[in-house]
């Protein structure tokens, strides 16, 4: 399944490359949004929470409210996952939270999990040169992707699995390391970092893998229609 991206930034619809260069920006937030209403699901994610710089919190709980929705981006509290979850969205997503001193936060994920469930729980593991990156992919910690997906897999309903060499890049994402994500968790598992085509989406949902899809869309590289267009 292919699931279509809303990245929030200083109020605007944004496309990044490797996480810091703009590539794309549009003002028009309802455009997307309308856009993308018919599609099962769509990732919403609060890049200036994500980073420290900000939120877009009110524009969040907006398509919270119009959209199916998983949301993430600066979700370092359960009251915020909880805001979240009461404007509409159907999950929330946890990255950097999920790690303390270099290694999983166990004890957070699971207050996590009692709070708001497991099924409403997405576990975001992102990789950058082989090791989990987080703050922003700015800091890169001494553990791998599988290793991370293995100490998280009894508090979250799902993960998110970010290719972040691949990320905006356009030259597609890397499949084998996706895969080795798939084969560590009987969990769900969604992928983004650099998907590009139809054919890339097709390899990974026959692996069982949903595929997160930002910049090929906005570019047009990749002509998309919800299911049943």
């Not at 979850?85 to 159907?90: D, E, F, N």
């Not at 999983?104 to 990789?127: K, L, N, Q, T, W």
């Not at 950058?128 to 309903?157: F, H, I, M």
């Not at 699995?161 to 994402?173: C, I, K, P, R, S």
Request: aromatic share 4%; glycine share 10%; with cysteine.
């Amino acid at each position: 399944m292919l699931i279509p991206a809303i990245d929030l930034k200083d109020g605007a619809v944004v496309q990044l490359v490797q996480g810091e260069r703009l590539a794309i920006r549009d003002d028009d937030v309802s455009k997307w949004v309308h856009r993308f209403e018919r599609f099962p699901k769509v990732q919403v994610i609060d890049l200036d929470a994500a980073m420290g710089t900000g939120d877009n919190l009110a524009i969040v709980r907006r398509i919270a409210g119009q959209l199916t929705c998983r949301v993430g981006g600066g979700v370092r509290t359960i009251e915020r996952a909880l805001d979240i979850l009461a404007a509409g969205a159907t999950a929330v997503i946890a990255g950097s939270a999920l790690f303390k001193g270099g290694q999983p936060d166990i004890e957070f994920a699971r207050r996590m999990a009692d709070a708001i469930g497991a099924d409403r729980f997405i576990a975001a593991v992102d990789s950058k040169g082989g090791q989990v990156v987080v703050n922003g992919w700015k800091t890169s910690l001494p553990v791998t992707a599988v290793d991370a997906v293995r100490a998280l897999e009894p508090y979250c309903g799902e993960f998110l699995y970010t290719h972040v060499d691949a990320e905006g890049l356009m030259q597609g994402t890397n499949i084998p390391a996706i895969l080795d994500v798939r084969r560590a968790t009987s969990r769900r598992v969604t992928a983004a970092g650099g998907i590009t085509t139809q054919e890339e989406i097709d390899a990974l949902d026959a692996n069982g893998v949903d595929s997160v899809v930002g910049m090929a869309v906005y570019t047009g590289k990749l002509r998309v229609n919800a299911p049943g267009d």
